[in-house]
Nanobody, 116 residues
Framework: QVQVVESGGGLVQAGGSLRLSCAASVNLFSINAMSWYRQAPGKQRELVATIDSTGRTNHADSLEGRFTISRDIAKNTVYLQMNSLKPEDTAVYYC??????????WGQGTQVTVSS
């Protein structure tokens, strides 16, 4: 069983930055991959970024390098640094953990609202 808890969302003006945190209940080395997803109103949930157990990262091309996923092994925490935020980044951001062979684990989500 893995629990993940997001924090760090909020209201920010366009062009600003936010850092989201996702605290896992187990050591990150025991998790195959941690990801951030987001879901905007009326849209499907989409993958934002992933970091695997080796530290290798992947980011959605559509972000144009504005977001960066990272981790702190000692804190069992994954971060999403979001810079140059745009109103279209407004969404609920979810943390996701994949630990084979178990079903994926999801956090409760954290709201990010970017005002124009």
């Amino acid at each position: 069983q893995v629990q993940v808890v997001e924090s760090g969302g909020g209201l920010v003006q366009a062009g600003g930055s936010l850092r989201l945190s996702c605290a896992a209940s187990v050591n990150l080395f025991s998790i195959n991959a941690m990801s951030w997803y987001r879901q905007a109103p009326g849209k499907q949930r989409e993958l934002v970024a992933t970091i695997d157990s080796t530290g290798r990262t992947n980011h959605a091309d559509s972000l144009e390098g504005r977001f960066t996923i990272s981790r702190d092994i000692a804190k069992n925490t994954v971060y999403l640094q979001m810079n140059s935020l745009k109103p279209e980044d407004t969404a609920v951001y979810y943390c996701h953990a994949r630990k084979v062979p178990f079903p994926p684990y999801w956090g409760q989500g954290t709201q990010v609202t970017v005002s124009s």
